[in-house]
């Protein structure tokens, strides 16, 4: 399975950014999928994920719950991260993730594959 997660880029204070994750090399709709986040000198922390279905099964981050939006679209292999209001403490290398349970998780160790990230920056 390869992830490849684009979108990132430099935005000030209360804009938004749409990231997407593509997977190839297999069966998009067999798994769950995540994002995460990881800031410099801290730890990769959990942001949202999605059931396999793309139904109405989604998990936030309180840090981001009412500002994010996980999506998908099997049909195209693509997963999305809507982020709107953005604040500086959002400035991190963003990752997506697959997991072969089909429902979402918190926590990075259940996730099987991993993309290389992108990079958002937002100025104060």
């Known amino acids: 399975v390869q992830l490849q997660a684009s979108g990132g880029g430099l935005v000030q204070a209360g804009g938004s950014l749409r990231l997407s994750c593509t997977a190839s090399?297999?069966?998009?709709?067999?798994?769950?999928m995540g994002w995460f986040r990881q800031a410099p000198g801290k730890e990769r922390e959990f942001v949202a994920a999605?059931?396999?279905?793309?139904?109405?099964?989604?998990l936030y981050a309180d840090s981001v719950e009412g500002r994010f939006t996980i999506s998908r679209v099997n049909a195209k292999n693509t997963l999305y991260l809507q982020m709107n209001s953005l604040k500086p403490e959002d400035t991190a290398v963003y990752y997506c993730?697959?997991?072969?349970?089909?429902?979402?998780?918190?926590?990075?160790?259940?996730?099987?594959?991993w993309g290389h990230g992108t990079q958002v920056t937002v100025s104060s």
């Open positions: 999605i059931e396999w279905s793309g139904g109405t099964y989604t």
């Open positions: 090399g297999t069966t998009f709709s067999s798994y769950a």
């Open positions: 993730a697959a997991t072969t349970r089909s429902t979402p998780r918190r926590r990075a160790y259940e996730y099987d594959y």
